[in-house]
C-alpha cells in the first residue's frame, strides 16, 4: 500500500476556512492581496478576515482575532509585522488552527533578534500543533481548489490554467517569476508553493507531499540550499517511486561545504558535484538554465510517454539544420541510427533527392506532398528503431494552408505511434502550436533546445536505478565488536580496517627495521614495493616514499634506507611507524576511490581514474552512500576515462564488476562508520584484467575530532 500524503500538510494545502490575520481593504497591502484573490477567484470555503480595527473587509464581516472566531481555522495567514506575528497566532484556541503562512519578513533572515522573534514563532506553532509555511514567504496557491494564500499579484494579472506540475520554491521572488513563465507557456500547475525562510516546512517537505498529490504529475522545484539531507534524500525517493520526475533549478554553494583539506576526495567533493550526485542518483533532473527548467517541465507534463531509451531519429526538411541537431544530439548523449534499409529506399524511390539516413532530409518536398511527413516517419518507426522522434519544419509552420496538414500529422502519430514521443520545431501560430501540444506533441522553434530537452528527458529514464535507500541494509561494521576508533591511522592500519569492509586489500607486512624488510620480502616470493608506512605523511611518492619492483635482499636494504632519508630530508617532523613491504601488484588501470563526510548530506564517495593528476584533470563521479551494484556500476560508467576500463588500445578489459563491488563495499563501510571517519582514500584502487578483480594498494583514513 502506498505511504499517504502528511495529513498536516494536506489540511494546510487543502485549506475549507481561512482566516486572514492583518486583512485589509486597502490596494496594495499585504493584509488585502488574499482576501482579493480568495474572493475574485472563486473560493468555496470559509474567508475569515482578522482586523480589531474594522467591522468588514472587502464585503466580509471581521473578527478581531483568532479566539474571536466561531469556527476552527485549517489555515491561518500572518499578514502582520513580525513583532506581531507570535502575538497573534498564541491567540489561537489549541487545536483551532491546522496551518499557518506567514508572508512577514523581518525574522531569522535579518539577524540575531530576528532569529529569537521566529524561535518564539516555532514555539508557539509546535505548541498548539501548528504547522507553518515561512516566514518571509509569497504563500502558496492551490489551483484547481481556486486557493490563493499568497499576496503575490501575479494570479491578480492572469491565472495559470490547472495542471499537473507542482512548483515550489526557497525564493519567493523566483516562484513569483516562475508561476508567470509558467502562465506564459502554457503550463497547467496543481500547486504553487514558496517556502522562505522554512522554519517548519522546507522544500523537502513540499516535494514528498507533492510526490502523493493525486493532481501532481511533475514536480518543478528551485533550491537555493539544504539543511536536512536525509528529509531530502527522502523526499526525492518519494518521488521517484511514485514516478513523478523532479526538475530541480540549484543554485549557490553553501560555507560548509567540502574544504580541500586532507585528500583529492575532500578536495573535489564540493557542494555542487554532491549535488549533481543527489539529483542523479534519485533520478532527478538538474536544470542549469530557467529556459531548460521550463523546456524540461514543459516535457516532462506533456508527454504522457516519455523515451524509454536513447535512440532519435530526427526527420528534417533542411539538411543544414539537420546537422546541427545530429551535433546536438551527440552532446546530449542520444544515438541517431540509421532506419532500415528497406524504409531508406522506399524514400529515396519517393524523393530521389532526399537524403535517407539519420537525419532523414526528405527537402521541401515534404511542403509541396503533405502525406511524405506521416510515410516518412512510419517507414523509421515501423521496426522500433528509434525512442523519439524529432520534426523540423522551418517556417512552414506558419503556413495557414498547411496547419491542418501538421494536426493531422500529430494526430495521426499519436494514434500509431502513441510510445514513440514527437517534438516539432517550427514557428507556429499559437492557436496551432497550443493544439499540436493538445495532440500530444512538443512544439520548440528552436530546435536545439528540442534536442537537449529530449535527452534530458531521455537520460532521466534510462540513468534512474531503484537501489538507493535512505534506510538501506548496511554492513553493520560499527557493531559492539568493532575494532575502537583510534586517533590515527597509518597505511597498514587503515588497510586492516578496509579488509575488515570488504575492500580486496592485499597481504603486506610492517617492518621496523631493514632485516625485517628483507625477510619480508624473501617471504612474498617475488618483487615487492616498499613504501614509508606514517601517519603524517599522506602522499608518499611526493617525498621518495616509494619505492618500486625490488628484488634480492641488497635491493630491498638499499630501498629501505632510500626511504627513510627522503623522509627525514622532506618531513623531518613525521612519525615514522615503519616500512610496509607487499608484493608487486600486478598490471592493471589506476582508479581512485575517496569518501568526504559532507556536512548535510553525510559519506559521498567518489571515483576516477587514480594517478597524481586527479585534482587536474577532475574526472571524477560521486554518489551519496550507501549505493548498490547499479548506482556504482553507473558512476564507474560516468567518467571520462571509462574507455580506459573498457581497454583502449588493445589492453584488455578491467574488471568492472569487481570495481563496483569495491564501491559498494566502501560505500557501506563509510555509511556504518560515518561517526568514527571524515574521510578515506584508496589511491591507487588497481582495476585489474576483467576476472581478475581489483585491489587497493594504498589508504588513508582520517578519524573525526
Not at 522546507?202 to 507531499?209: F, H, P, R
Not at 580506459?644 to 557501506?668: K, T
Amino acid at each position: 500500500m502506498p505511504p499517504l500524503p502528511d495529513p498536516s500538510l494536506s489540511r494546510l494545502f487543502n485549506p475549507r476556512s481561512i482566516a486572514i490575520v492583518g486583512a485589509s481593504a486597502t490596494p496594495g497591502k499585504i493584509g488585502a492581496m488574499p482576501v482579493s484573490l480568495l474572493r475574485q477567484h472563486g473560493y468555496d470555503g470559509r474567508i475569515l478576515p482578522i482586523n480589531p480595527r474594522a467591522q468588514a473587509v472587502q464585503g466580509l464581516p471581521t473578527a478581531p482575532d483568532l479566539a474571536a472566531l466561531d469556527s476552527e481555522a485549517d489555515l491561518v495567514i500572518l499578514a502582520v509585522p513580525a513583532a506581531h506575528a507570535a502575538q497573534a497566532l498564541a491567540r489561537a484556541r489549541p487545536g483551532q488552527v491546522g496551518g499557518a503562512v506567514v508572508f512577514t519578513s523581518g525574522f531569522s533572515e535579518t539577524g540575531a533578534p530576528g532569529v529569537a522573534m521566529q524561535e518564539q514563532l516555532c514555539g508557539i506553532a509546535r505548541e498548539r500543533g501548528i504547522r507553518l509555511l515561512g516566514p518571509n514567504c509569497l504563500g502558496f496557491m492551490n489551483i484547481r481548489r481556486n486557493i490563493y494564500a499568497t499576496f503575490s499579484p501575479a494570479p491578480a494579472n492572469g491565472t495559470v490554467a490547472p495542471g499537473g506540475i507542482g512548483m515550489v520554491s526557497q525564493s519567493g521572488a523566483f516562484g513569483a517569476y516562475a508561476y508567470c513563465m509558467a502562465r506564459d507557456r502554457g503550463l497547467g500547475l496543481s500547486h504553487w508553493i514558496s517556502t522562505g525562510n522554512e522554519a517548519d516546512i522546507d522544500v523537502a517537505d513540499c516535494i514528498e507531499w507533492l510526490a502523493h498529490d493525486d493532481d501532481t504529475r511533475v514536480i518543478m522545484t528551485y533550491m537555493e540550499g539544504c539543511r536536512d539531507g536525509t528529509k531530502l534524500r527522502r523526499a526525492l525517493s518519494a518521488a521517484r517511486d511514485a514516478g513523478k520526475p523532479v526538475v530541480v533549478t540549484k543554485i549557490g554553494r553553501t560555507q560548509a561545504g567540502a574544504q580541500a583539506a586532507a585528500s583529492h576526495t575532500a578536495a573535489l567533493a564540493g557542494d555542487d558535484a554532491v549535488y549533481d550526485a543527489l539529483f542523479r542518483q534519485y533520478g532527478a533532473v538538474r536544470a542549469r538554465t530557467i529556459e531548460e527548467f521550463f523546456n524540461l517541465g514543459y516535457a516532462l507534463d506533456t508527454w504522457k510517454q516519455r523515451p524509454q531509451g536513447k535512440r532519435l531519429g530526427i526527420f528534417t526538411i533542411s539538411g543544414g539544420v539537420g546537422a546541427l541537431m545530429a551535433d546536438d544530439a551527440q552532446d546530449a548523449g542520444l544515438s541517431l541510427p540509421e532506419p532500415a534499409v528497406e524504409a531508406q529506399a522506399r524514400l529515396l524511390e519517393r524523393v530521389p533527392f532526399a537524403s535517407a539516413r539519420n537525419p532523414v532530409d526528405v527537402t521541401g518536398q515534404a511542403v509541396s506532398e503533405p502525406g511524405l511527413l506521416l510515410a516518412t516517419a512510419e517507414d523509421m518507426l515501423a521496426d522500433d528503431r528509434y525512442d523519439a522522434l524529432a520534426v523540423f519544419l522551418a517556417a512552414a509552420g506558419s503556413s495557414e494552408a498547411l496547419g491542418p496538414t501538421f494536426e493531422t500529422f500529430a494526430r495521426e502519430m499519436r494514434a500509431r505511434r502513441p510510445n514513440v514521443p514527437l517534438a516539432i520545431c517550427a514557428l507556429f501560430p499559437p492557436a496551432r502550436r497550443r493544439e499540436l501540444e493538445r495532440l500530444g506533441a512538443l512544439v520548440f522553434t528552436d530546435p536545439s533546445a528540442a534536442i537537449r530537452t529530449i535527452g534530458a528527458v531521455a537520460n532521466l529514464a534510462t540513468d534512474t536505478d531503484a537501489d538507493v535507500d535512505v534506510d538501506a541494509d548496511v554492513t553493520t561494521i560499527a557493531s559492539d565488536d568493532a575494532a575502537p576508533k583510534l586517533a590515527s591511522y597509518n597505511e597498514v592500519q587503515a588497510m586492516a580496517v578496509l579488509r575488515e569492509a570488504g575492500m580486496p586489500v592485499p597481504d603486506c607486512t610492517l617492518a621496523t627495521h631493514a632485516d625485517a624488510a628483507v625477510l619480508a620480502a624473501a617471504r612474498a616470493g617475488g618483487p615487492v614495493v616498499l613504501k614509508v608506512v606514517s601517519p603524517d605523511i599522506l602522499h608518499k611518492s611526493d617525498i621518495g616514499g616509494v619505492k618500486l619492483g625490488l628484488s634480492g635482499d641488497d635491493a630491498v636494504r638499499r630501498a629501505h634506507d632510500a626511504i627513510l632519508d627522503n623522509v627525514r630530508a622532506h618531513r623531518p617532523d613525521a612519525r615514522i611507524d615503519g616500512i610496509l613491504v607487499a608484493p608487486m601488484a600486478p598490471q592493471g588501470v589506476e582508479c581512485i576511490a575517496g569518501v568526504h563526510c559532507d556536512p548535510v548530506f553525510g559519506p559521498v564517495v567518489m571515483f576516477g581514474l587514480g594517478g597524481v593528476f586527479v585534482e587536474v584533470l577532475k574526472d571524477v563521479s560521486f554518489r551519496l552512500a550507501p549505493f548498490g551494484r547499479q548506482q556504482a556500476l553507473s558512476m564507474i560508467r560516468e567518467i571520462k576515462g571509462y574507455a580506459l576500463l573498457q581497454g583502449a588500445r588493445g589492453a584488455p578489459p578491467c574488471d568492472i564488476d569487481a570495481l563496483a563491488d569495491a564501491l559498494v563495499a566502501l560505500s557501506r563501510f563509510a555509511y556504518s562508520r560515518r561517526k568514527d571517519f571524515s574521510s578515506a582514500e584508496i589511491n591507487p584502487l588497481l582495476a585489474l584484467p576483467e576476472g581478475k578483480g581489483a585491489l587497493a594498494l594504498d589508504a588513508v583514513l582520517i578519524p573525526t575530532v
